[in-house]
């Protein structure tokens, strides 16, 4: 049971590149998430996905984009990665549905510097 | 949407005292104020959790105390220890997708 699984670790961009970074769980999780965590300012939601086939904007969408694939992955997209995006991302999972208010597990979480 | 503030930023105890988080938020239909603990170049990891029909709720060393009509709630972390270094968030939402955090407490314990 690995549980939440982010790939890669670490990625370097040049301004403009894209890329794309891939997360799945094996705890039959129904709401998936994609946050950044920036010093001083904690976690902050990019997209989520309440449930497979759903996905919705959350706090810091701009320049990005996701994909609900199956229950099991979730995907985040940069088109045209910025400096302003250097970051780093987790994927998380809740049971979510009509167990609202469930815990969030976080993947490893992706280092990404954009020069 | 919910706003969470956390204080203090960085907070530093003598190992074998007591520390304490206090976060406020701001929209008071929220029912659901998880903490989270991330350890240097981890991932964050839920230590406790407390409905807003509960005051208070306990774990071993940690306890999470609730005052809905003030909005706010605190962290208590009794007998410190060197493995309680750590960042911590709080977060508060109605919503699994609508959990707001705060800006982290870094929490170092001197030996």
């Known amino acids: 049971n690995a549980g939440v699984t982010q790939t890669p670790k670490f990625q370097v961009l040049k301004t403009g590149q894209s890329m794309t970074l891939q997360c799945a769980q094996d705890m039959n999780h129904n709401s998936m998430y994609w946050y950044r965590q920036d010093p001083g300012m904690g976690l902050r939601l990019i997209y989520y996905s309440a449930s497979e086939g759903t996905t919705d904007k959350g706090e810091v969408p701009n320049g990005y984009n996701v994909s609900r694939l199956n229950k099991r992955e979730f995907s985040l997209r940069l088109e045209s990665a910025a400096p302003s995006q250097t970051s780093v991302y987790f994927c998380?999972?809740?049971?979510?549905?009509?167990?609202?208010?469930?815990?969030?597990?976080f993947g490893n979480g992706t280092r990404l510097t954009v020069t | 949407g919910e706003n969470v503030e956390q204080h203090p930023s960085t907070l530093s105890v003598q190992e074998g005292d007591s520390a304490v988080i206090k976060c406020t938020y701001s929209d008071s239909a929220s029912n659901y104020f998880p903490w989270y603990k991330q350890e240097l170049g981890k991932r964050p990891q839920l230590i406790i959790d407390?409905?807003?029909?509960?005051g208070e709720k306990k774990d071993q060393r940690i306890a999470v105390t609730l005052n809905k009509t003030a909005k706010h709630f605190s962290l208590h972390i009794t007998e410190t220890q060197p493995e309680d270094s750590a960042v911590y968030f709080c977060?508060?939402?109605?919503?699994?997708?609508?959990?707001?955090f705060g800006a982290g407490t870094t929490v170092t314990v001197r030996a």
């Open positions: 998380a999972s809740s049971e979510g549905g009509s167990s609202y208010n469930s815990p969030l597990h």
């Open positions: 407390i409905r807003s029909n509960v």
């Open positions: 977060a508060a939402t109605l919503y699994d997708y609508k959990l707001s």
